[in-house]
């Protein structure tokens, strides 16, 4: 569903059948991947005691940022960056395109993560649902540069620098969700990071879209402007509350539905029960609200 929704956003979408192969390649890339960390960390614990290690959170950190970040933005990366050059010889790509296969590959790396999870019953629907679109906005910043660099006449050095910048930003931020996302298994102060998760969620959506309009040449949605310093700053605050109070608005319906998914549909009528899950419900939507009213007014000034 994702997938079809870009693509029915660009002014001029490429053949589906291409579009189709790169989820496929991001499937694939997927098992790739899979393997690789198998390998990696079996190799890992013969040296030293990885998996006592990675129990840690700064272990987990470890872990994100030196095997699972690494691999999976780099069997992505690969399984957009080779094929595209076979079709950079027969057909002109253009840049909006290119970045729609980044997100392909994204989308099917995800598929395949699903998949693992609920097969193996590590993971609810839920949860997997909220996962859904996060490796296609991980591989935002590297997709908007391969986009640039493979459809540039002049393949600069500067350019192949920015894709390895892109890249490892692209590391840092799945190293960081998936640190956020394990903070609610350790105690506080640890377990608060978890709130953390989704206003950068809804940041990372909004860089994603920002470089979608890049590459149509579109003009940029401008959120903060000012002459003076002190606007400026007055309007950053007001994003950083939009991020807080819109990510976890969204977060806090997500626990909801969790929380009342295995419940029969009778014993959400009791008193107590029905209460609880109303005055949430209404919780979160305020806080949802008054993040969009946040938004419209940055969007106005």
């Known amino acids: 569903m994702l997938l079809v929704y870009y693509y029915y956003r660009l002014q001029y979408p490429p053949r589906r059948r291409w579009l189709l192969l790169f989820f496929v390649v991001g499937v694939i890339s997927g098992f ?137 930003n692209s590391v840092f931020c799945h190293a960081l969700v998936n640190f956020l996302s394990s903070a609610w298994r350790y105690p506080i102060p640890w377990h608060f990071l978890g709130y953390g998760l989704f206003p950068f969620f809804l940041w990372m959506f909004w860089r994603l879209e920002g470089f979608w309009r890049k590459v149509q040449r579109k003009r940029p949605i401008i959120l903060i402007s000012g002459r003076k310093p002190q606007q400026r700053f007055w309007r950053r605050l007001l994003v950083v509350c939009v991020l807080l109070l819109g990510g976890n608005g ?9 929380a009342i998914s295995p419940m029969r549909p009778s014993v959400l009528l009791y008193p107590d029960v029905f209460s609880v899950v109303v005055s949430r419900l209404l919780l979160n939507l305020m806080l949802g609200l008054l993040a969009w009213g946040i938004y419209r007014y940055l969007r106005r000034r």
């Open 32 to 168: 790739v991947a899979l393997g690789l960390s198998w390998v990696l960390e079996t190799l890992a614990n013969s040296i030293v005691n990885w998996h006592r290690i990675t129990k840690t959170l700064a272990g987990v950190a470890l872990r994100q940022l030196v095997a699972v970040g690494p691999i999976e933005e780099g069997c992505k990366l690969a399984g957009v960056f080779f094929p595209i050059l076979y079709l950079q010889r027969r057909y002109r790509v253009r840049p909006s395109t290119l970045f729609l296969y980044a997100i392909a590959v994204g989308l099917g790396f995800t598929a395949e993560e699903n998949w693992i999870y609920i097969s193996h019953g590590t993971a609810s629907i839920i949860d997997r649902l909220i996962g859904t679109p996060v490796h296609a906005m991980f591989a935002a910043p590297w997709g908007y540069g391969l986009a640039i660099y493979l459809t540039t006449q002049f393949r600069l050095f500067r350019y192949r620098r920015d894709i390895l910048f892109a890249w490892l």
């Open 250 to 258: 969204i977060f806090g319906l997500f626990l909801l539905v969790k």
